[in-house]
């Protein structure tokens, strides 16, 4: 593997629903995971289980770090702020936590800037920063999602379903975000449209 520990370890895991066959599987920092299988199955609860929201039934989940970004579609969006104030969220999670969450707005702008100039960049996002997140369009909403979730540079990616209901331009880039962050990260990808640039090192089918 690269001679690292792995970053996630899931051992002999049965989940509280889908699929009642035990998971055993390891993902490295700089490896994507790409799990697959029947919708109902279990994929998406296991991406709960491993970010702590649902407990398995048994087995050990062991992450070896606190710093996970977590992509579902229901990612909390604040309607009310702007596409920068949106990405700033994802910076004050990385910056001590709580912490980080009551530095107002604006010492961000001064502090980060370049990381935010370049998460609009990338995200194609730059000519809508001032606009407020309601105002959006369905790809867009996904695309500035993604952006609040990876903008911390997470340890642990875990992203369920990240190409869905999205035109081949946006998916195009997600997968390219996903390709950066993919050597300073182990990343799990639940996904049943994956786009062609994605370069993931290994899979994983659950079983009925």
Not at 25 to 37: E, H, M, P
Not at 76 to 90: A, D, K, S, Y
Request: charged share 15%; hydrophobic share 45%; proline share 5%.
């Amino acid at each position: 593997m690269n001679g690292l520990e792995p970053v996630l370890i899931v051992q002999d895991v049965v989940l509280p629903c889908g699929s009642p066959a035990s998971i055993s599987l390891q993902v490295y920092r700089s490896q994507v995971l790409l799990i697959t299988g029947e919708n109902g199955i279990g994929k998406s609860t296991l991406l709960n289980c491993v970010a702590g929201l649902q407990q398995p039934k048994s087995g050990i989940i062991t992450r070896r770090t606190s710093h996970i970004g977590y992509f579902v579609q229901s990612t909390r969006i604040f309607w009310n702020l702007t596409v920068v104030e949106n990405v700033v969220i994802g910076l004050r999670a990385r910056d001590n936590g709580v912490r980080g969450l009551l530095r107002p707005f604006a010492s961000y702008s001064a502090l980060w800037s370049d990381s935010i100039a370049a998460t609009l960049t990338e995200f194609q996002l730059t000519r809508y920063g001032n606009r407020p997140a309601a105002l959006l369009s369905g790809g867009e909403l996904q695309r500035l999602r993604f952006a609040q979730i990876t903008a911390s540079a997470p340890d642990l990616l875990l992203l369920d379903e990240p190409f869905a209901d999205l035109d081949q331009p946006s998916s195009e880039i997600i997968a390219n975000a996903v390709n950066r962050l993919s050597p300073s990260a182990a990343i799990v990808l639940v996904t049943h449209k994956i786009a062609p640039s994605i370069h993931f090192q290994r899979s994983y089918a659950f079983a009925a």
